[in-house]
């Protein structure tokens, strides 16, 4: 798969992480619901910020950028909730999806370091990095809960 679309695909695993992180903040319940709310408030916004981030990257290469529900969820892995889930499974379910996050950033930082697209992939570096600490921090919840 070339650049473009495996930045495509970032961006749309990207946006439903940060949909569904959004919901969960709507929806969350619970002894810590403090705790989560915010903190998950603090994850979409910054999720929100790399949507853009990631589609200048698109646009850097001279493509067009998705920006509909329907191309989203054709590009995206990461699976649609309709559920509100316990506070836990919310955690469970964006541990998982920032594993997608994540793979899909290496697959584009990989194609953009082949393609020598320096700043493409400094900026993907800074993303991974930004996903390692969000999985931290999500993972760290579970053992309380």
Do not use: C
């Not at 603090?42 to 646009?59: C, K, P, S, T």
């Amino acid at each position: 798969m070339d650049l473009v679309e495996l930045l495509k695909r970032v961006q749309a695993n990207t946006f439903a992480m940060y949909l569904k992180s959004h919901n969960f903040h709507w929806n969350v319940e619970g002894m810590f619901f403090a705790q989560f709310h915010d903190f998950f408030a603090n994850l979409y916004n910054e999720l929100f910020l790399a949507v853009d981030l990631i589609a200048e990257l698109i646009r850097t290469q001279d493509a067009y950028v998705p920006g509909s529900l329907s191309r989203f969820a054709e590009l995206s892995s990461v699976q649609d909730e309709n559920a509100v889930p316990s506070a836990r499974d919310m955690v469970m379910k964006l541990v998982a999806d920032n594993d997608i996050v994540r793979a899909s950033l290496y697959d584009a930082y990989n194609a953009a370091n082949a393609a020598n697209e320096q700043g493409v992939a400094n900026a993907l570096q800074d993303r991974i990095t930004a996903h390692d600490k969000h999985g931290w921090m999500l993972r760290s919840f579970l053992k309380q809960l």
